[in-house]
C-alpha cells in the first residue's frame, strides 16, 4: 500500500521530534520515521558526561531524562512514531518515493531529513568479530564487569575524554586514553575533569592492530616512531562520526567535505528543492540539541509556507 503525506521526517532524535511538534502544531499531514529507540543517539553521548550542556532550562538533566521529556511532549500532541527504517528515496515528478524496510512506501512533498549521525568504525582486522562484545561507541549503554580490566578509550576529543572520564570515575578498570594527534582536543572543561582522574594519555598514537581469538586481548599502535602493545580487555571507540545518508544516494544532494549535508542556513532546504536537512546531518555548527531542534522549528515553519 502506498501512502501518501506531506512531510516525511526521517530520524526522531532532538531535531525530528521538534520537527514532528512543529508539523503537528501546523496540522501537516507527516510521518515521523525512526529505525532504533527514538532519542537514543541524545541520551546515549549526554548521559556520558551525566547531565545535558547548554540546554536552557534543563541544567541537572541526564540524557535519559531529558530524552524522556521530549518524548512526553510528543504523546502529549498525540505524535506517533512510525517505527521503520527509511532505506531508499527518490524523487517521481514533483514528489518524493519513500521506500522502507518493511516493504511500505510513502510519497510525500517534502523531505526532513533529521538522521543524524553514526559513530565511525575502524577498519582493521578483529573490529567486527569483537564489535557489541568487547568494543563499544558508548559507555552507558552495556553492563560490564571492570573489576581488573584494562580499558582503551580511542579518540582524544569529547566523546573519547567523556567516556575516559564516565569509566575512571564510576568504575575499577585501569583506562588508557589514546589520541592520534599530538594532543587531546577536548574542550578545556572536559581536560580539566581529565586531568583529575587516573586515566593514562597516549598521544601520536595510530592503532593498527586488535588482538584475541575468543576475546579481546591487546591492542598495538604505533607511538611516534615505535611499536607499542598494550592489554586491552574493552575497547570504546571515539574516533568520529558519520552521516547517515546512504538512503539518499540516488537524490544527489549537495554534502560537505566531511559528508555533511550543505543547507541555506536560513531555511534548512538543501541542493534539492523541497528536501530540509536539520541537526546533527547538515553542515551547521554547533552540533547540539539546541541546535538540532532550532532547525526543525525552521524547516516547518518554512515548508509551512509553501504548503
Ligand atoms: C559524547 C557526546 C556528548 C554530547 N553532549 C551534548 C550535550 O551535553 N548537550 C547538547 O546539546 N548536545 C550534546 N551532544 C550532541 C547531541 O547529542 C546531538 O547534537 C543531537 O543528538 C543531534 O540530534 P539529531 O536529531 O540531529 O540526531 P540524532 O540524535 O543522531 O538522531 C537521528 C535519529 O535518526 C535515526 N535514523 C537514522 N537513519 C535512519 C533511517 N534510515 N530511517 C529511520 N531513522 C533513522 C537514528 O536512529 C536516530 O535516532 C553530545 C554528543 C556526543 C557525541
Redesign the pocket.
Known sequence: MTNFIDVAI????????AAAVDAENNRLNFVL??????????EY??N??Y?????LGAYNTT?TELVESFKKHLDSKGISITP????AVKKHEDNFVISCDDGSMYIARFLVI?????PKKLYIENYDKFFGKYIFNFVCKEDLDYEGKNVVVLGGR??GA??AIFLANNTSANVTLIERDSTLNATRKYLERLAKTRVKAITSATVYRINGDDKLTSVDMVVGNKSLTIPCDYLFC?IG?KP?LK?LNVLEIATDSLGRIVVDPLTMESSIPNVYA????NQLLP??????TA?GKTAIYFINKKI
Open positions: 526521517i530520524g526522531a532524535g532532538p531535531a525530528g521530534m520515521f525512526e529505525n532504533n529507540k527514538s532519542g537514543w543517539y541524545a553521548s549526554i556520558q558526561h547531565t545535558v550542556d547548554g540546554y540524557g521503520k527504517k527509511v532505506e533529521a538522521s543524524g549521525t553514526t569529547n566523546s567523556t567516556t571515539s562520526m547517515n538512503y536539520i541537526g546533527d546531518i552540533k547540539q540539541v539546541s541546535n538540532a532547525n
